[in-house]
């Protein structure tokens, strides 16, 4: 199975800051990266698939990069709505896997 | 606009068994791959299981391999989860989502996870 490897596990920012999470591949996956936004008792959100691509209705405050083994999620002028675990998942392989989770909370 | 509605969680003893239900509604059911993905207290999201969209590939994660059963009935666009020999690290939220597909500029498709139910809670404790 391929491993997704998020930095950091936690994360304490304040409203307007910029942060970014890191999440590594046991492999090689190319673009194949989503990021997902989850609050207990709410679905979990996709905001970038592909890597890099925001998903609709997402702000644009949200962005991804990165391809191969290192993608990075950034989040520029926190709100407080942000705050938030946040996952990478890989679909290179049919057997999707998720990162462990970053969660971001006010400092 | 799309819909899924899971259903069928509870609080159910070691070794014994549920099934979950995912309804879905708004879209083409029969033609979408649905997933199941789970996230235990204090954990992060788990993926668990997919079903392709004519049944006929279904895949399992490694801690429910032989245990867990996926299916479908897309005369009632609804999808499955059938959990037996439950164990207390199974105590969950169980989600379904449907998958989307985004071609790239090779024309590789890359899955995402779009639509997600707002989940079930399956408690095991004796």
């Known amino acids: 199975d391929i491993q997704m490897t998020q930095s950091p596990s936690s994360l304490s920012a304040s409203v307007g800051d910029r942060v970014t999470i890191t999440c590594r591949a046991s492999?090689?996956?190319?673009?194949?990266l989503n990021w997902y936004q989850h609050t207990p008792g709410k679905a979990p959100k996709l905001l970038i698939y592909?890597?890099?691509r925001l998903q609709s209705g997402v702000p644009s405050r949200f962005s991804g990069s990165g391809s191969g083994t290192d993608f990075t999620l950034t989040i520029t002028s926190l709100q407080p709505e942000d705050f938030a675990t946040y996952f990478c998942q890989q679909s290179y392989s049919t057997l999707f896997t998720f990162g462990q989770g970053t969660k971001l909370d006010v400092k | 606009q799309v819909q899924l509605v899971e259903s069928g969680g509870g609080v159910v003893q070691p070794g014994r068994s549920l099934g979950l239900s995912c309804a879905a509604s708004g879209f083409t059911f029969s033609s979408f791959t649905v997933h199941w993905v789970r996230r235990a207290p204090g954990k992060g999201l788990e993926w668990v299981a997919l079903i392709s969209d004519d049944e006929s590939n279904k895949y399992y994660a490694d801690s429910v391999k032989g245990r867990f059963t996926i299916s479908r009935d897309n005369s009632k666009n609804t999808v499955y989860l059938q959990m037996n020999s439950l164990r207390a690290e199974d105590t969950a939220v169980y989600y379904c989502?449907?998958?989307?597909?985004?071609?790239?500029?090779?024309?590789?498709?890359?899955?995402?996870?779009?639509?997600w139910g707002q989940g079930t809670l399956v408690t095991v404790s004796s």
């Open positions: 492999q090689s996956i190319g673009s194949y």
């Open positions: 989502a449907r998958v989307e597909t985004y071609y790239d500029s090779g024309g590789y498709p890359v899955e995402y996870l779009q639509h």
């Open positions: 592909a890597a890099s």
